[in-house]
């Protein structure tokens, strides 16, 4: 139960999210939540201290956006420079290319799931919030957090193996890779492998279970109707490293299918005074109908088969989920996440098969400048845009990055809103109401720092506002 100190609730540190925000809702005369916010307030910076670099450098000064995913930014940035630079790089850098993003998707993936939403799905909401953390999992169940643990560790080798380090690494470079994949390393991957999937399949096992025992918080826990965003190959497979981008409504209906390099005639960004984020939309249909949503729910909901078998079956039990319509349940975002990690690990695979992953045609040194350059991939967090203006000496002009956690602003802020509403009935609030508000943000596995481009500390602070705008609450808890 809340203990009422001060006017301020507060939850501090930020609780398995990474990043600095703020939840403001606001209560009526009666004590219902009118509204509810979700405030970024980290400063967005990172575009323009860009400016002036070289467009090579790029590759390596992205990644330090963020320590969570430096893959994706890694890899995004090399791919604008391929095209800035019109160096198209060889199959075999591509695959070596693909074969770190997976092992970044799996890591990731494994992660939010075991570690950042475990907490929640295996313990409770409810519960006491000194366990309700990493270290109640061990105890828990040590042998599956053992198995999480060796997940997390299994992705991040094969970066490590490709680049030379698990975060921030030197791989990819405009026109291919630095280092070609031996036979010894191929191997070492391989070893590991199986292990991978079984682990991956023991957490749909979990998620299955959990979902079957609560579909009551399922079917009210943040459920809005929004378009979906996300990148297909042909016959709208999953793609992951390289495709075209497809846009759906929130019937499944196709409203855009384009390559994308011509974004900009397809997207644009809403400002709000209350967030330093901005809100990307779908132009045609302007602000806010044009709203979507991207990341393994997004995806998912605009994939239509998997090319690997395990995945592919999984895909099938997650698509009957609303007989085929877009899924819309937020929490089902855990769900398509190990989805996602399972089509990875199965990849992985398929590109070590390849004969032409242990080639040495690693990079293509011919260059047709372009002076523009764009680069997209789809994090784990969803669809990342990366594009560079440059002088003809190569130097960066002016630069725009679009990322996973910038498209689902406006759905995060949805969800904040819809939890705090069905939740939460004031004016006495409980800590675990308040749990379900950030678990609605937690489900998106926002990382702030990307989205801001910002340095900064990862409070986040839940302030409950009276109908006379006066503070009226302080929860204090211990950290998770």
């Not at 693909?98 to 295996?122: C, K, T, Y």
């Not at 078998?309 to 877009?326: I, R, S, T, V």
Request: some cysteine.
């Amino acid at each position: 139960m809340a203990t009422v100190t001060t006017q301020k609730i507060t939850i501090e540190p930020v609780t398995r999210i990474e990043g600095h925000a703020k939840v403001t809702i606001h209560l009526n005369g009666d004590g219902k939540v009118e509204r509810a916010y979700l405030h970024i307030n980290e400063f967005r910076g990172f575009e323009k201290f860009c400016e002036g670099r070289m467009a090579f450098e790029m590759p390596v000064i992205t990644p330090r956006i963020c320590g969570i995913c430096p893959v994706s930014h890694h890899l995004a940035a090399a791919k604008a420079c391929d095209d800035l630079y019109g160096s198209p790089p060889p199959r075999p850098a591509q695959l070596l290319r693909e074969l770190m993003h997976m092992g970044q998707v799996i890591q990731s993936h494994g992660m939010h799931f075991f570690e950042l939403a475990g907490p929640d799905l295996l313990l409770g909401f409810d519960a006491d919030p000194a366990i309700r953390n990493v270290v109640g999992l061990i105890r828990a169940n040590p042998e599956l957090a053992l198995r999480a643990v060796q997940l997390r560790k299994y992705g991040q080798e094969i970066i490590n193996i490709l680049g030379g380090r698990r975060i921030h690494p030197v791989f990819a470079v405009p026109g291919g890779v630095n280092k070609a994949l031996t036979a010894s390393e191929r191997d070492q991957i391989l070893a590991g492998l199986d292990e991978a999937i079984a682990t991956i399949q023991i957490g749909l096992k979990i998620f299955q279970d959990w979902a079957e025992s609560n579909q009551e918080d399922i079917n009210r826990f943040a459920i809005f109707s929004t378009g979906y965003l996300g990148m297909v190959e042909a016959g709208n497979t999953l793609e992951l490293y390289d495709g075209d981008l497809r846009l759906i409504d929130s019937d499944g209906r196709e409203l855009e299918h384009f390559a994308g390099r011509d974004y900009l005639n397809y997207i644009a960004e809403h400002v709000e005074s209350w967030s330093y984020l901005k809100f990307p939309y779908y132009k045609k249909m302007g602000w806010p109908a044009g709203v979507y949503r991207v990341g393994p729910l997004g995806r998912l909901n605009v994939s239509e088969r998997i090319a690997t078998p395990l995945a592919d079956e999984a895909l099938k039990a997650f698509k009957a989920l609303n007989a085929g319509k877009p899924v819309e349940q937020t929490l089902y975002y855990h769900y398509a996440r190990l989805i996602e990690a399972l089509y990875a690990a199965e990849n992985v695979r398929t590109l070590l098969d390849d004969p032409d992953i242990l080639s040495t045609e690693i990079l293509n040194t011919r260059q047709e400048f372009r002076g523009e350059g764009i680069g997209v991939i789809e994090a784990p967090r969803g669809t990342l845009f990366h594009h560079y203006w440059a002088k003809s000496n190569g130097q960066i002009e002016r630069v725009n990055l679009i990322v996973a956690t910038g498209h689902n602003n406006w759905a995060m802020s949805q969800a904040v809103e819809s939890v705090a509403k069905t939740y939460i009935t004031g004016p006495d609030i409980r800590e675990g109401l308040l749990n379900r508000v950030e678990a609605a943000v937690r489900a998106y596995d926002p990382c702030l720092s990307c989205s801001t481009h910002a340095v900064g500390q990862m409070p986040m602070v839940i302030e409950i506002i009276d109908a006379q705008g006066r503070l009226a609450q302080t929860l204090t808890r211990l950290h998770e």
